[in-house]
């Protein structure tokens, strides 16, 4: 690994795409990499009051009564209403880090509010108080994590903190991440967006070697790793975990003196830094967390890039030799909010471009444009834009929807629908309809979507979706059905159309989509389109849509029915000789 610096260019409001840095193959790191000027840390208090609220997030609230009226419920018809309809895939989480503030837990709280959109099934921060790790996890949304008293118990100028939904672990509090563990030199503390494609068989080599496992999160892999390193900088074991690792990961580290950043050499998942006005360092998944505590975005992390911030100043070494950057372009497509920055592209551009390209390649004589919301507005005023064509607000959607409810006492059509979409009949009576969506995953929703604006009195609907066909399961950090599952992977778009039940429907085409992006498409990861992975899962199975029950003490991953589908059986195939010995 070779031993580089970063120059901090003055920043501004603006945001421009980062220079790559130039990252050379695997050689020893030099133990005294040269460092930037050391940032100034200012110790007044910050401007942000410590009784400031986020701003307005599209939060799911907890319903106290679900643990007693669960999701899913069957009714006596054999029927399966989905109170949580939202048939999209789903991003793990989001991670913060900040160095450097006397303000930095409760920093770090409004920055997870900003990326809550994330996850909302746990949230966590660990603060460092005199060289002491203080941590505070809890299930459900930031706010019901936190409060002022737990913040006061998170004293420090050195935080990290973590947003989850689950697609490694079951969803229970031990999961919640950020993990605090004790090793011979000391203590970390790591949260981690990403999944590892080769977790269960590093976990199994740890603990034919004696390590315990006190979570089912492939995360807590990486602090063993770090824990059993024989080299004795904290810096280069991390870099000994990481070399080990396989899949995306996009991660933040915690000592009592340091804060790392690390992103996997593909670039999976996002990861950026930026600098408040006191000179305090600031890493998160997303631009729109920097943005809300008036962090200045300065660049990525870059893929398998190491970052060090801590009292000399900040470091950059080269984790490993990369290949081409395969960042996920789901990020651009659904997941990411459009206020963001991500992959050094505006993701409000990128949607208003798909948009546009979906009215110029699949036109359709209609009256009005509307939006499935809240993820296909910006694609369809896109494409009410090229086409000539108004846009309106025919589908409401209501922000106040929790995950359960109580089954009415006789069955309605579509109620998980209708719980969060309310369509305008002003807008849609006799009207011919375009109404366009992000993607279409097992196209239940969409079919439900449909026939409520049929009902309302559309004249026609015309499906256009904002993504080429989802064809493959992402392995690396998305929560994703099985292939088996996805509608696009066993239909043709004719029968999808007629499955839905819609007018028409058109996808964005994937040749369209790599033109548009210019020469970053090769940047971009399209397996869930393709079906061609850039690291193939070296696992017999892998995980599909839902956390398997297991509390990862007890039983073993072959006895948990029904939470892993079978990887694609040639690719493995061909890697077990090449797998064979090469884990640790």
């Known amino acids: 690994m070779a031993s580089t610096t970063t120059k901090p260019s003055p920043l501004s409001s603006s945001v421009s795409k980062p220079t790559p840095l130039p990252l050379t193959h695997k050689t020893p790191p030099s133990l005294s990499p040269k460092t930037l000027p050391k940032p100034s840390f200012s110790i007044k208090t910050s401007s942000l009051s410590r009784t400031h609220k986020a ?37 793990e989480c989001g991670v913060v880090g900040i160095y450097g503030d006397p303000e930095a837990s409760r920093l770090c709280y409004l920055a997870l509010h900003a990326l809550q959109h994330r996850g909302q099934e746990g949230a966590g921060i660990v603060c460092v108080q005199d060289d002491v790790l203080q941590s505070i996890t809890g299930v459900g949304l930031v706010s019901e994590v936190f409060n002022q008293t737990k913040l006061d118990q998170l004293p420090g100028d050195l935080a990290i903190g973590h947003v989850r939904y689950s697609t490694a672990g079951a969803s229970m509090l031990k999961n919640v991440q950020p993990f605090v563990a004790g090793y011979r030199f000391g203590s970390v503390g790591v949260a981690h967006n990403g999944n ?77 830094m930026g600098r408040r006005s006191n000179g305090s360092v600031v890493f998160a998944s997303e631009t729109c967390a920097l943005d809300l505590i008036e962090a200045a975005y300065e660049r990525e992390v870059f893929p398998g890039e190491v970052v060090v911030v801590d009292k000399e100043g900040v470091q950059s070494l080269c984790l490993m030799s990369h290949p081409q950057p395969k960042q996920c372009i789901f990020e651009h497509i659904y997941f990411a909010l459009p206020n ?5 592209r505006s993701v409000y551009e990128s949607r208003r471009a798909f948009g546009e390209i979906l009215a110029t390649e699949a036109p359709v004589d209609c009256d009005v444009v509307i939006a499935v919301p809240d ?16 846009f309106q607000q025919g589908l409401i959607r209501s922000h106040y929807v929790g995950r359960t409810f109580i089954e009415p006492s006789q069955k309605i059509r579509d109620f998980g629908v209708k719980l969060k979409l309310s369509p305008v009949r002003a807008v849609l009576e006799g009207k011919r309809v375009v109404v366009v969506d992000d993607s279409i995953v097992r196209g239940t929703t969409s079919s439900k979507i449909v ?4 009902e309302a009195g559309a004249k026609e609907v015309h499906m256009r979706i904002a993504s080429p066909p989802i064809i493959g399961s992402c392995y690396y950090g998305v ?38 992006l210019g020469n ?21 199975k892998v995980k599909k849509v839902g956390d398997f029950v297991d509390d990862g003490l007890n039983g073993s991953f072959e006895s948990i029915g029904g939470g892993w589908v079978q990887a694609n059986q040639t690719q493995k195939e061909e890697k077990d000789k090449e797998f064979e010995g090469s884990v640790l």
């Open 451 to 454: 026939r409520l604006l049929k």
């Open 375 to 390: 993820s296909g507005v910006v694609a369809a005023l896109g494409y009410a834009a090229k086409a000539g064509v108004a």
């Open 196 to 272: 590892l494609v080769n977790y269960r068989a590093l976990r199994a080599k740890l603990e034919d070697t004696g390590s315990i496992f006190n979570t089912s999160s492939d995360t807590e892999v990486v602090l063993h790793l770090i824990a059993i390193s024989k080299h004795r900088p904290f810096l280069l074991r991390i870099v000994d975990a990481c070399e080990q690792l396989e899949g995306a990961y996009s991660m933040v580290f915690v000592t009592k003196d340091k804060l790392v950043a690390v992103r996997d050499p593909h670039g999976f998942r996002p990861l950026v």
């Open 340 to 344: 963001s920055v991500v992959f050094g």
């Open 520 to 540: 970053q498409s090769p940047n971009f990861c399209y397996a869930c389109f393709s079906g061609k992975y850039p690291v193939e899962p070296r696992e017999v």
């Open 55 to 91: 701003s307005s997030f599209t939060l799911r609230s907890k319903n106290p009564i679900s643990e007693f009226f669960p999701a899913n419920k069957q009714n006596p018809d054999g029927d399966f209403i989905d109170y949580d309809d939202d048939d999209k895939p789903r991003e």
């Open 479 to 516: 929560d994703t059905p099985s292939s088996e599952e996805l509608i696009s992977n066993r239909m043709s778009v004719e029968e999808i159309r007629e499955f839905i039940g819609s007018d028409s429907l058109a996808f964005l085409p994937i040749a369209k989509l790599e033109k548009m």
